[in-house]
């Protein structure tokens, strides 16, 4: 069973740093994608960044292009999110998520409990 634990939200002021961390466990798939999403008070779930297994192929959402850095640690099965030059449209439950097709047309989405992160002076 695939599990995922996220760590590193918290309050920080505009402009500051933060690096959420999404350690895995259970994974057992040869391909799959893991990626950060963040959902907002009153909003829809939003994706924020991605990586495939094999850590050549990644991509953000134009609204954080430029600040945040998605990452892999194969050797701690651990993805991270850098976030710099915070904004407070940044604020938000950060999920992580890991998506598998291990057979065409089937698709397996876990997640994690998400962790907070606020912007604000």
């Known amino acids: 069973q695939v599990q995922l634990v996220e760590s590193g939200g918290g309050l920080v002021q505009p402009g500051g740093s933060l690096r959420l961390s999404c350690a895995a466990s259970g994974i057992t798939y040869r391909f799959y994608v893991t990626s950060w999403y963040r959902q907002a008070a009153g909003k829809a779930r939003e994706l924020v960044a991605s990586?495939?297994?094999?850590?050549?192929?990644?991509k953000y959402d134009d609204s954080v292009k430029g600040r945040f850095t998605i990452s892999a640690d194969n050797a701690k099965d651990t993805v991270y999110l850098q976030m710099m030059s915070l904004k407070p449209e940044d604020t938000g439950v950060y999920l992580c998520?890991?998506?598998?097709?291990?057979?065409?047309?089937?698709?397996?989405?876990?997640w994690g409990q998400g962790t907070q992160v606020t912007v604000s002076s």
């Open positions: 998520n890991v998506r598998a097709s291990p057979i065409w047309g089937q698709i397996n989405d876990y």
């Open positions: 990586i495939n297994s094999g850590g050549d192929s990644i």
